[in-house]
């Protein structure tokens, strides 16, 4: 029963973030798009705070696999399962605010201020009632049930979550890569200062990396051991999916980075909204888990 819950849940936090992944992606090339520059100051402030927040919720989503790999080292445990709910719970504001901001934008373009800030609550409010709220008011009393943390997690049990691990981040990299590799040839890239078109090539090489990592434990899985459950396998693609995020964070910091400059046109903004990106997700996906783990076995 333990393993099904926990493998639910992370399922379901695949499902949150291909949701998001939309809008992650949306957020880094609207300000590549040719009516980028009749937008307001106001909307470009909006943009920016869309994608911090859209930044947020994908970086919550993607917390509980590495989690799963770090602190509780791929086994089932039911902290693991309280760790996916709460940070996929914490995930659904951001995601709903960057939503609502990023309707306003458009439609405030489109039909005016008033137009875009009724349409953009509006959604917002509307997803928030069905995210929360709705939840919230039918929400059934969890009683605690043991469930022994000592049993061994099941060998294919292991490999099935470790696979689903995977395809909860890669949806992140590949919305950021399809961006990245589109960016380069608009006319806008064209007129970034060189350090920026630097920045972006690199962060684009770090997160092809980054998919390529991902990508590895699936067919290492299957040309190499022929889809058989072995422990080998495990010991090799957990590493591989843990170092994956590293260049992924690399890489959306990066174009946080690029994506601030082009708004602001400020490069003490552009780069200290990367650093603070890269430096979050990092404590977010690898130092925090790694902290909870040495905790955990000093106890």
């Known amino acids: 029963m333990l393993e099904r819950k926990l493998k639910t849940a992370l399922d379901e936090s695949r499902l949150l973030i291909l949701g998001a992944q939309v809008l992650f992606g949306f957020q880094f090339q609207s300000a590549f798009q040719e009516r980028f520059v009749e937008l307001p100051p106001f909307s470009r402030s909006c943009l920016a705070a869309s994608l911090v927040l859209l930044l947020a919720s994908v970086g919550l989503l993607i917390a509980p696999s590495l989690h799963h790999?770090?602190?509780?080292?791929?086994?089932?445990r039911a902290a693991a399962i309280r760790t996916a709910t709460f940070f996929a719970g914490a995930s659904l504001l951001p995601l709903t605010l960057g939503l609502g901001l990023s309707t306003y934008v458009v439609f405030a373009l489109l039909f005016g201020a008033i137009a875009g800030v009724s349409i953009g609550v509006a959604l917002a409010v509307f997803s928030l009632l069905l995210l929360y709220g709705w939840g919230l008011v039918i929400r059934v009393p969890q009683q605690e049930t043991a469930m022994p943390d000592e049993k061994p997690t099941a060998l294919a049990t292991k490999i099935e979550q470790l696979l689903t691990e995977a395809r909860v981040i890669i949806p992140g990299g590949q919305a950021l890569l399809g961006f990245q590799l589109v960016a380069m040839l608009t006319k806008s890239f064209g007129e970034l200062p060189f350090v920026a078109q630097?920045?972006?090539?690199?962060?684009l090489c770090a997160v092809a990396v980054a998919v390529t990592l991902l990508m590895t434990p699936a067919a290492l899985h299957r040309l190499a051991f022929g889809g058989a459950e072995t422990a080998r396998f495990v010991s090799l693609a957990s590493p591989l999916i843990i170092a994956a995020t590293v260049p992924l964070a690399a890489g959306i910091a990066a174009d946080v980075g690029v994506v601030f400059w082009k708004i602001t046109e400020?490069?003490?903004?552009?780069?200290?909204a990367g650093g603070t990106a890269l430096l979050t997700l990092l404590t977010l996906w690898i130092v925090y888990p790694v902290l909870r783990r040495a905790s955990l076995e000093r106890r």
């Open 266 to 272: 400020s490069r003490a903004v552009a780069f200290g």
């Open 69 to 76: 790999q770090i602190r509780f080292g791929g086994e089932s």
């Open 198 to 203: 630097l920045c972006h090539a690199a962060g």
